[in-house]
């Protein structure tokens, strides 16, 4: 069994920084891409950012510039370092981990984050 394990949320004021963490544990063989997916009140949840098992990186337009991803893969850990934050970056954000076919991939529970202007 694949747990997927957030931390890092809370509340802060515009302007300052978060930094998520996401800890893969259990029977894992491999572990491709890993993501964080965010889903505010109201909305559809949506991608943030992602990083390949290689590095590779694909950020959505709004965090472009503010956000940082990146991975321990000793650690199977995967992190998100939010600077210069908004109020409309409020949300629930969950990490993903992608472990290919055929064991498909597994979400975390979440972790919230609140932004005050």
């Known amino acids: 069994q694949v747990q997927l394990v957030e931390s890092g949320g809370g509340a802060v004021q515009a302007g300052g920084s978060l930094r998520l963490s996401c800890a893969v544990s259990?029977?894992?063989?491999?572990?491709?891409?890993m993501g964080w997916y965010r889903q505010a009140p109201g909305k559809q949840r949506e991608l943030v950012a992602r990083i390949t098992s290689g590095g590779s990186t694909n950020y959505a337009d709004s965090v472009k510039g503010r956000f940082t991803i990146s991975r321990d893969n000793a650690k199977n850990t995967v992190y998100l370092q939010m600077n210069s934050l908004k109020p409309e970056d409020t949300a629930v954000y969950y990490c993903?981990?992608?472990?290919?076919?055929?064991?498909?991939?597994?979400w975390g529970k979440g972790t919230l984050v609140t932004v005050s202007s």
């Open positions: 993903n981990a992608d472990f290919g076919a055929p064991w498909g991939d597994a």
């Open positions: 259990g029977s894992i063989f491999k572990i491709n891409a």
